[in-house]
């Protein structure tokens, strides 16, 4: 016998100032997101790194981040707020992107993909929380 779906709620209507934040929001973030490999590399490349030392920092960058991926849903599921969870993720990647250019040295910009990359497992979820608290389970 198929269990039967649980009846749909009452119609939520999110506001469309919130859908325009959050539509906002994403699109902010896929730039980051997308953009941020490719800069560094060049960035890197100006500042006499080789080929070698800046394919390290991204493949830890990129280990990291596969790792991660189920912790940092973990994290966005714990937590009361996820909002604020975005936020300190969105708030460490430009902490990440300030080290880089201060201080490219080789353990600083190792530590900044390292933040970069288990920010990024969160965002993944926090903005699928995000929407699923907006629009409702239905709605998505």
Same mark, same amino acid.
Request: proline share 8%; charged share 10%.
């Given at each position: 016998?198929?269990? %039967? ?8 209507? &999110? ?6 934040? +959050?539509?906002?929001?994403?699109? $902010?973030? #896929? ?6 490999? &490719? $800069? ?12 070698? %030392? ?5 493949? *830890?960058?990129?280990?990291? /981040?596969? +790792? ?10 714990? /937590?009361?707020? %996820? ?5 300190? /993720?969105?708030?460490? *990647?430009? @902490?990440? !992107? ?14 900044? #993909? ?6 990024? @497992?969160? +965002?993944?979820? !926090?903005? !699928?929380?995000?929407? +699923? ?5 239905? /709605?998505?």
């Amino acid at each position: 016998m198929v269990p %039967e779906l649980p009846a749909p709620e009452p119609s939520r209507q &999110p506001s469309s100032q919130s859908q325009r934040g +959050l539509d906002w929001f994403i699109f $902010f973030l #896929a730039d980051v997101q997308t953009g941020f490999g &490719p $800069f560094v590399a060049v960035y890197l490349t100006t500042q006499k790194w080789t080929q070698v %030392e800046i394919g390290f920092v991204l493949s *830890i960058g990129g280990i990291v /981040a596969l +790792l991660g991926q189920m912790p940092g849903g973990a994290i966005v599921d714990a /937590a009361r707020s %996820e909002k604020m969870v975005a936020g300190a /993720a969105v708030a460490t *990647i430009g @902490c990440a !992107a300030l080290a880089y250019a201060v201080w490219p040295i080789f353990p600083v910009v190792v530590a900044a #993909a390292t933040l970069h990359a288990l920010a990024s @497992c969160v +965002l993944g979820p !926090a903005i !699928a929380a995000i929407s +699923l608290g907006l629009v409702g389970p239905f /709605a998505i």
